[in-house]
Nanobody
């Protein structure tokens, strides 16, 4: 079993930055592919970024060049550095972990564990 806890959300002006963290329990953290998803009001949960156990990263097109996903296995923590934030980035951000390897990690149904979410608000 893996428990995930996000932190780092908040209110930021457009063009600003935030760093989200996802702290995980469990001794096998390093073996799990991980992902960040977001959900805005009235919209479906969408893929933001993912990172494999080996460190390969994937991003949705709208955040490429602005967001960076990373992981520190020694700290059982994953990060999402978000720069040049836009109002359309506002959402509840969720981190997730999955037991199965392979793929880009872009599909929510492939994940087994989810955090409770952290709110990101971007003012224009």
């Amino acid at each position: 079993q893996v428990q995930l806890v996000e932190s780092g959300g908040g209110l930021v002006q457009a063009g600003g930055s935030l760093r989200l963290s996802c702290a995980a329990s469990g001794r096998t953290f390093s073996s799990y592919p991980l992902g960040w998803f977001r959900q805005a009001p009235g919209k479906e949960r969408e893929f933001v970024a993912s990172i494999t156990s080996g460190g390969t990263t994937y991003y949705t097109d709208s955040v490429k060049g602005r967001f960076t996903i990373s992981r520190d296995n020694a700290k059982n923590t994953m990060y999402l550095q978000m720069n040049s934030l836009k109002p359309e980035d506002a959402a509840v951000y969720y981190c997730a972990a999955k037991r199965t390897l392979g793929g880009t990690g872009a599909y929510p149904y492939s994940y087994d564990y989810w955090g409770q979410g952290t709110q990101v608000t971007v003012s224009s």
